[in-house]
């Protein structure tokens, strides 16, 4: 009886369980209304369209979890991808491993400096991300120059996101192999562990030895090298390069975390979180045209699903704090 | 908290704050001299009848950066006023063409921005564990979101009867309306944050809540009231807009939230709460007003403009704080 009570306890206690459950009774409900959406394809159809905001949503959740915030990103994606566009276009640099190279430098030094001037130069996450949104995908637009590279400017590199490997197509392997990497790192490794230390309590890791602002700017690196990857796969997956690329597609990124149980205070979320939460975002959004809800209110919904979340996320933590002080009476 | 210092109550290193204010106003000041001859110098156009017409477009965001001084002394931040402007400028676009009295329209407009402020203050007070950030980056997408689907497919809509907003662009000589409003509403909330036991009571929310909380302040009060105001600003600012632009569309108030939060960062308010004063923020506010209209004049790219401003916003909260640290390297080594 005792251990029943706990096995229940653990699932509905257990953030990512939940998660699974609202995402299986999704999955049902959208197969019910179109049954061609359980079919292998448009899974991994909908899978493609999401890698980039998937894989960012990685690299937020480690931003999340030492307490900070990067609302830079998209723009970080915008940048690279435009930069890739442009040397494909003028045909500087046409090997598709070279531009990835290219791009993910390109990434990981916007990071850096994001982290630098957040940890060393004791910039509110917030203020120094938002002044780089603006300088990012600006310097995006200064590199187009008012063009944008089409599909047949970019020949051999938009293959990339249409070749496959072992039946699944190259960019889904590429997140998966994120992932996995992610996984193991924030699970088993020192570097990890440290991250969600500095986030659950910055001045007892410092005192335990910690180098709390070395994890700052490498959080911000390690999310500036996925942004910049996401950069050249973004381009490889919609086949062009525009400086407005995925405007605004941050706020999707943290909505994936949020929703995946990330805590905005820092210290508390998991790499299943971030992947459950950046799947129901896109079955959401693959789910509203099937309801009769058209693309134009798709934001709104969006929004509205955001607030919910975070509330109940608000109203279940009191019920939890009283049912444990309920719990200590006794 | 103690690291976290707040408003001093012995009398020697308040005089040194003070002093280090006013020198940043003063510096201020000496910016703003400088911008308006590095601007008569890169542009022939840039003389006061000129600068006067462009102005209003500017100085509907210097009215969201009043309140949101208030916001960031608070220790908090809100960036959907953008999204408050958009929505705003929407609905009193399409109350305009509805054809009803313009002072129904303005009215619309109002209530509108004050809503979306009310929204965010009543959820922020009711669900206090929340952070600022994520509530009004949700509620930045839904008010955004809502424009977007009373815009339509379109995504824009035109003023069918300029009327009204032709009397609001008006002038006394070559002096626009709005000139006068923003000084008087700067005037009302720089007393008001200084002199009043309201704005004593933002700085103590701002510098330690909890301790404002036990000292008897109606700290949750306070604070739907100031993003109530905030919401009615970006209403004010999105009428004014209006009478600019003639229209609207999805894109409209693009970046406010950055313009008002570089205004008054650049001002020397701290975006950590509990420091800094209305007056910096005003001086900083014509600053960057004058910055984009030389810029603009000179048709430089809108959007390297905007580059130039998020770099401004970097470093107006970095070389203080890097400046601040070699100061106290420098003492450090001097006691030894």
Known sequence: ?330 | MAGKSGRSISNVPEKAIRKNILSWEGMLVVVFILMVIFCRSISPNFHLENVLREMPKYLAEAFIMLPMAYVLILGEIDISVGATVCLSATMTCMACNKELPFIAVVLVCLLVGTACGLINGLVLTNFTELPPMIVTLATQIIFRGIAEISLGSGGSVSLTNTDGFRMIAGKVGIIPYIFFLVVILAVIFAVVLAKTTFGRSVYAIGSNRLAAYYAGIPVQRIRLIIYTALGFMSGLAALFLTSVLYGANTTTGNGFEMDAIAMAVFGGISTAGGKGRLAGGIISAFVIIMLRIGLGQINMNPQLILVILGALLILAVLLPNIAGELKVKKKAANTK
Request: proline content about 2%.
């Open chain 1, 1 to 330: 009886m005792k251990e029943n009570k706990s096995i229940l306890k653990k699932i509905t206690g257990s953030r990512e369980a939940s998660l699974l459950i609202v995402l299986i009774i999704l999955c049902i409900a959208i197969t019910a209304k179109s049954p061609s959406f359980m079919t292998f394809k448009s899974i991994t159809d909908m899978l493609k369209n999401n890698v980039v905001i998937m894989i960012m949503a990685l690299g937020m959740l480690g931003v999340l979890l030492v307490g900070g915030i990067d609302i830079s990103v998209a723009s970080v994606l915008g940048f690279t991808g435009m930069i890739v566009g442009m040397l494909m276009k003028y045909e500087v640099v046409t090997s598709t491993p070279l531009l990835f190279v290219i791009a993910v430098a390109i990434g990981l030094v916007c990071g850096c400096v994001t982290g630098l001037v957040i940890a060393y130069g004791k910039v509110l996450p917030i203020i120094a991300t938002m002044g780089f949104m603006y300088i990012y995908r600006g310097l995006a637009y200064v590199i187009s120059n008012s063009e944008w590279a089409s599909a047949e400017n970019l020949g051999t590199f938009k293959d990339f996101a249409l070749g496959k490997v072992l039946g699944l197509n190259n960019v889904i392997w590429v997140m998966i192999i994120i992932y996995v990497i992610f996984f193991i790192v924030m699970k088993w490794t020192k570097i990890g562990r440290k991250v969600y230390a500095v986030g659950s309590n910055r001045e007892a890791a410092a005192i335990s030895g910690i180098s709390t602002k070395r994890i700052d700017v490498l959080v911000y690196t390690v999310m500036g090298t996925l942004s910049g990857l996401c950069g050249a796969l973004a381009v490889s997956i919609y086949a062009s390069a525009q400086p407005n690329m995925l405007y605004a597609k941050e706020m999707d990124v943290i909505a994936a975390c949020v929703i995946g149980g990330v805590s905005m205070q820092g210290g508390r979320g998991s790499v299943v979180g971030a992947f459950l939460g950046s799947l129901i975002l896109a079955i959401i959004a693959k789910a509203l045209p099937l309801v009769g809800i058209e693309s134009i209110a798709q934001n709104t919904v969006k929004g509205i699903i955001i607030m919910a979340v975070i509330i109940l996320n608000v109203l279940a933590q009191r019920a939890m704090d009283r049912s444990n002080l309920k719990g200590r009476e006794m």
